[in-house]
């Protein structure tokens, strides 16, 4: 039995190669999985996905009918799978449900950060010999208010940093996690309260049905004149029109993304010879006030190596077992 990795990467393949040794045979090609990608399953029971492979409906349909039973997820969310249509045709789905959660939590500091001291400004004026302060005012980040929209693995591990900066903590989230109320003096809040008293909004829940567009007119009207808006979970819980609109209002003074609600055909691959047909992303990308980076917060030596050990783990059970500790459906 084979798995096909789609959308493998330089960044990934050798990872995930030396931890398939001896254990399971992979094929890999570095094309996305879609309409006119899904026949190159025929012939194996499994495939290995990443998140900027789309998995709805009609391309599952053709996956099952060459034969998959088994999509390894190479990540935590699994937005981009139709699971009810998978377990109707009886494929199984695994996901990798935690792999260094500090990987994306140290990203969205890096984001604050950069923006906060103006890091990019700093280094555009330093090699222009340019060597005047007046555009680099930041802000302390010790006693301010921070919102975080999510308090799990990640937003747990991002609300411990901002602990250690002094920050206070607000927190929205469907569960509560009592350690960090007590360890980090938590608050958990209503998003209303938490967007209106928050100087810095941090946004770490998954992408479904009730998060979709959480951050629209109505919660961006909401928030204080000012707020520092991060986003590294998913592109479509926030209405990007809406955020450029609340950017270009004031309401948010920067924006840290390593997600965007179109970044499907854009992300993870060189465009640097074509054009990029999408006018919100170049309005967002070109805004003064904001930093994006190209879905690149799990992108530390630990997380792959964490993606790839349990993909291969999820895999092997499976074709032990038929099923792996990590199914989703
Ligand atoms: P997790 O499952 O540990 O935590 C998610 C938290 O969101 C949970 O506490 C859950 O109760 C909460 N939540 C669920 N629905 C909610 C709702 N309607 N309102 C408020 N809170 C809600 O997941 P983890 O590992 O912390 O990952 C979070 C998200 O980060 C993933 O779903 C994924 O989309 C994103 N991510 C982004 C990466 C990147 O490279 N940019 C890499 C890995 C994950």
Known sequence: MKTLVYSIHGFDKPVIEKLAQGKHELMFTELPLNENTAHLAK????????????????????????????????????????LAKAKQLNIKVANVPAYSPYAIAEHSVALLMALNRKIILAQKLMRQN?????????????????????????????????????????????????????????????????????DVISVNCPLNQDTKYMFNKTTFSQMKNGVVFINTARGGI???????????????????????EYEKPIFFYDHSNTQIEDELFEKMRSHPNVLITGHQAFLTHEALEGIAATTIKNIVEWSINGKSINDIN
């Open 130 to 198: 340019d060597f005047r302060l007046d555009k680099l005012v930041g802000f302390d980040l010790h006693n301010k208010t921070i919102g975080v929209v999510g308090t799990g693995k990640i937003g747990s591990a991002f609300v411990r940093i901002m602990h250690g900066f002094g920050c206070e903590i607000l927190a929205y989230d469907i569960e509560q996690d009592h350690e960090l109320i007590e360890q980090c003096k938590v608050q958990y809040t209503s998003l209303e309260t938490l967007c209106k008293n928050s």
């Open 238 to 260: 926030v209405n990007t029109q809406d955020l450029l609109d609340a950017l270009n209002q004031g309401i948010v003074a920067t924006a840290g993304l390593d997600v965007y």
């Open 43 to 82: 012939g194996f029971e499994a495939v290995a996905l990443f998140t900027s492979d789309k998995a709805n409906a009609e391309i599952l349909d053709v996956l099952g009918n060459n034969g998959v039973k088994f999509i390894a997820l190479r990540s935590v969310g699994y937005d981009h799978v139709d």
